[in-house]
């Protein structure tokens, strides 16, 4: 069984700074890339960054680019998001996902394992 397990969300001030994590377990499985998307309420999940797995291309959507950073650590099976400047509409559940055959699409579809979230909240 695959597993992807995000931390490091939390509560913080509009032009603060967040981290976030996710981890790689389970069964040896090849991933084409990783990706970060989050739903805010009554919203629906949207693509936030993604990363090529073997050669560390990123992409980003256009709200975050320029404030998230996306990187890897293969050694670890760890990707993360680093998120600067954050805004309170940045709020949402983030979730990490897992790309078996594309890399850097930003469609959810692409992606064929999640995991269960973490919460990220940005005060005014």
């Known amino acids: 069984q695959v597993q992807l397990v995000e931390s490091g969300g939390g509560l913080v001030q509009a032009g603060g700074s967040l981290r976030l994590s996710c981890a790689r377990s389970?069964?040896?499985?090849?991933?084409?890339?990783m990706g970060w998307f989050r739903q805010a309420p009554g919203k629906e999940r949207e693509f936030v960054a993604a990363?090529?797995?073997?050669?560390?291309?990123?992409y980003y959507a256009d709200s975050v680019k320029g404030r998230f950073t996306m990187s890897r650590d293969n050694a670890k099976s760890t990707v993360y998001l680093r998120m600067n400047s954050l805004k309170p509409q940045d709020t949402a559940v983030y979730y990490c996902?897992?790309?078996?055959?594309?890399?850097?699409?930003?469609?959810?579809?692409?992606?064929?394992?999640w995991g269960q979230g973490t919460q990220v909240t940005v005060s005014s």
């Open positions: 996902a897992a790309s078996l055959y594309f890399s850097g699409s930003y469609n959810r579809g692409d992606y064929d394992y």
């Open positions: 389970g069964r040896t499985f090849s991933s084409r890339a």
């Open positions: 990363i090529g797995w073997s050669d560390g291309n990123t």
